[in-house]
């Protein structure tokens, strides 16, 4: 397919277990980017990848969170020791990057429930 | 802080009615708007709204931006039940690092046929 996909789409984690979740961009496209998005709010920035360098990283909430991009191309976001105050849905998107074609694409994203 | 605020929160209205969603912005090294339509799933990008007062339209949708009062919005005409989503709209700005998006919580549109 010719869009951003995600995977899994849902994860349910105990309570102090470390999960991963991956993204596939659109082929090509530069930028990455992950959100978190709790139920009732928009999606909030955590990290963003211009091919493999993460040039920023603010918006994880705390050192549990890790997201990696070693090849310029598929990106994992992990969590280690899971709270339930991670539950949300984290969403994936990609763009070209280029001034004219900032618009970025999203994945389905994946719900995440910690128990 | 950056931050984005949309109005109202949620809307229900019925088929065929005209609707107008708001979205007002505070953001340093501002560069655009985006409005988004999300239903259950992922954001579908609908609109990027660079320069002030020039309106941009796609079907029934039709959004302007206004960067001297710092807000933005979306109009929907005769309205479907298709149409029933959450509208999210961002601001676009510049760090160091490039650019970001900042979210507002979205409006929740219903249509009832």
């Known amino acids: 397919g010719a869009g951003v996909s995600q995977s899994p789409r849902y994860k349910v984690a105990k309570r102090g277990q470390d999960v991963a979740l991956r993204c596939d961009p659109i082929?090509?496209?530069?930028?990455l980017f992950w959100y978190q998005q709790a139920l009732g709010q928009g999606p909030e920035f955590l990290t963003y990848?211009?091919?493999?360098?993460?040039?920023?990283k603010s918006g994880l909430p705390s050192d549990r969170f890790f997201a990696e991009r070693p090849e310029g191309s598929v990106s994992t976001l992990k969590i280690q020791r899971t709270q339930q105050e991670d539950s949300a849905v984290y969403l994936c998107a990609s763009s070209l990057g280029t001034e004219s074609s900032y618009e970025q694409y999203f994945g389905p994203g994946t719900r995440l429930t910690v128990t | 802080e950056d931050k984005v605020v949309q109005s109202p929160l949620s809307l229900v209205v019925h088929e065929g009615d005209t609707v107008t969603l708001n979205c007002s912005y505070e953001?340093?090294?501002?560069?655009?708007l985006l409005w988004y339509k999300q239903e259950k799933k992922a954001p579908t990008f609908l609109f990027m709204l660079t320069s002030s007062g020039i309106e941009k339209k796609s079907g029934r949708l039709s959004s302007i931006l206004d960067k001297k009062e710092l807000f933005s919005i979306l109009n929907i005409t005769a309205t479907q039940t298709g149409d029933s989503a959450v509208y999210l709209c961002?601001?676009?700005?510049?760090?160091?690092?490039?650019?970001?998006?900042?979210f507002g919580a979205g409006t929740i549109l219903r249509v009832k046929s």
């Open positions: 953001v340093t090294n501002f560069r655009s």
């Open positions: 990848f211009q091919n493999e360098a993460q040039l920023d």
């Open positions: 082929s090509g496209h530069v930028s």
């Open positions: 961002a601001a676009r700005f510049t760090r160091e690092y490039g650019n970001k998006l900042v």
